[in-house]
């Protein structure tokens, strides 16, 4: 099965030239190596609502010259995620291992970002706001985000269409 995640904001994020986001997707408490991927800001701004901040599966830096319609708020393009193929099964526990120091309180993380999930051919647009996602907060600037039922979703999907 194909899996990727992307991060998005829900809320305006602000970002210096220190900041970073990394994101790798995680079975069974093991880190699925193709899946590692970090996003570099080398400049000070912020990115709107709706826009992508970070992703699975790749690395990039970020700097004045990858804006996309001259300087301005929100205007950063970040690339979106590359799929990885893992075997999944609907009993493995998968979960999105987030790193950052753009948001170090678990509370604001849960106001400020989305997740944007697929799992082969079902997508899952997560607002991490939602109550029914389990979000551990591991460290400061650290989560750990619950995909499991997400998996399950997909895996019923999966059924009904064959």
């Known amino acids: 099965m194909y899996v990727l995640a992307e991060l998005y904001c829900e809320n305006t994020v602000f970002f210096d030239d220190t900041s970073y986001l990394e994101m790798a997707l ?5 880190p699925l190596e193709d899946t590692l991927g970090h996003d570099r800001f ?16 790749r690395a990039c830096h970020h700097g004045m010259n990858e804006l996309t319609s001259g300087i301005g708020l929100g205007n950063l393009d970040v690339p979106g995620a590359h799929a990885a193929s893992v075997g999944l099964d609907m009993s493995d526990d998968l979960k999105l291992r987030v790193k950052t120091n753009l948001i170090l309180d678990p509370g604001v993380f849960t106001k400020v970002f989305a997740l944007r999930l697929e799992l082969g051919d079902s997508w899952f647009d997560i607002p991490l706001s939602r109550p029914d996602v389990e979000i551990q907060w591991v460290g400061r600037g650290e989560y ?8 399950v979703e997909a895996f019923k999907r999966l059924r009904l269409h064959a």
């Open 26 to 30: 995680e079975r069974n408490g093991v």
């Open 42 to 57: 080398l400049f000070n701004g912020a990115a709107l609502p709706g826009r992508r901040v970070g992703a699975t599966g």
């Open 144 to 151: 750990l985000v619950s995909l499991e039922r997400f998996v």
